[in-house]
């Protein structure tokens, strides 16, 4: 059997051709589609709502804690005859309340800015990563693996009931027969002291040891002395009265914006009625007062590439603007601390080719909107 040169090698040639078209084709199978991301404000996109992600930049949120302490004063029933029987002559003389301010804390929590909405949209593969957005709807980063910590806008402050002058009572205290059988007040007051004297003669028998049968051990030693001083207590509570401490935490939100005043007033504080609303007239003002640095502007524009395309926006961010804030109570300063704010800083985007990568990391601030950190994977 005879084989042509020629037709071989024409063979040889085709199982080449053919070879070298089935590794094109294989390799222009798994060549992905670039992505193509976008960032536009909200307000300039017509329907928002299809193949979008939103994410809301914050209004940086100045929230301050007050904590206030009530004293309630009460009038023993023996309040008289605690000079003459016990010698003490600092006593409660009046039933009353008074309200104290005790401390301030301050920091900033960040709420949805209705007028820095953004939308992304992209196209490829690679949908414009994965968008980390705080329950509010504020962006705190992108491509996280989780949320980072942060303090949530969303304010509950639950009003309790604080306890007044009715709810100290002297009900409590164990009286023997002597006091309760006395039809006089001065009587009952007198035998009262007297008691009061065996208690302490009691207590000082049993720290000298003058007893033929002491407590067991040391545990039981220090229960009944323990025991002793109470029951001490609430029989002197009888003349000199009682002074009860009662402490409650509100919470007030200052949002900062043009509008905002060098003193605004927070709330009100009245010793008498405690912690107020910044309109209730019946107690003093309690301000705060903003001394926000002025921040030099990045130059500003568009540069439009040199073939003409659309140019495309990555994400944008706020680089905050610090402020010092005080809080003051009439003209005593109660808390002054350094905070940056975000609606007063300038608006600037990332490289959009950020977003079209799904190795990069991107952490914001939730509270002001800033760049935090951008790392890769």
Known sequence: MTIHYSKLKSFFRLEVIFSLA???????????IPSVANVREASKVSNATVNSLIYSLPVTVIRVEILA????????????YSQKYLNISDVVLENKEEWKLKSV?????????NNNRFVVTSSGPNIASLLNLTPEGVLAGVNLNKLP????????????????????????????????TKTSTAAMA?????????????????????????????????V???????YEKQLVELFTGKKETFTVTKTFDFIPDSMSVDNAVLCRFSSGKGLLDPMDLSGTPVYIQLSIDKQKSLPS??????????????????????????IIDRNILMLQKDVLLG???????????????????????????ALKNISKE
């Open 22 to 32: 089935m590794l094109l084709s294989s390799c222009a199978g798994e060549t992905q």
């Open 69 to 80: 302490e009530k004293t309630v004063s009460k009038v023993g029933p023996f309040y008289r």
């Open 105 to 113: 804390k301050l920091y900033t929590v960040g709420e949805p800015d």
């Open 149 to 180: 910590e942060y303090r949530s806008s969303l304010k509950c402050n639950v009003e309790k009931k604080m306890p007044g002058i009715a709810d100290v009572s002297f009900d409590t205290v164990p009286l023997l027969e002597k006091q309760l």
């Open 190 to 222: 007198e035998e009262t002291a007297n008691l009061i004297y065996k208690v302490r003669k009691r207590r000082f028998k049993i720290l000298a040891s003058d007893y033929e049968v002491l407590p067991p051990d040391g545990k039981s030693y220090e």
């Open 224 to 230: 009944t002395v323990q025991e002793l001083n109470k």
């Open 301 to 326: 524009g568009y540069v439009v590439a040199d073939n003409k395309e659309p140019l495309r926006q990555g994400l944008f961010y706020r680089i905050p603007v610090k402020a010092s804030v005080k």
């Open 343 to 369: 609606q007063y800083g300038q608006l600037v985007s990332l490289p959009v080719e950020l977003l079209q990568k799904d190795n990069v990391r991107i952490e914001l601030d939730p509270a002001t909107g």
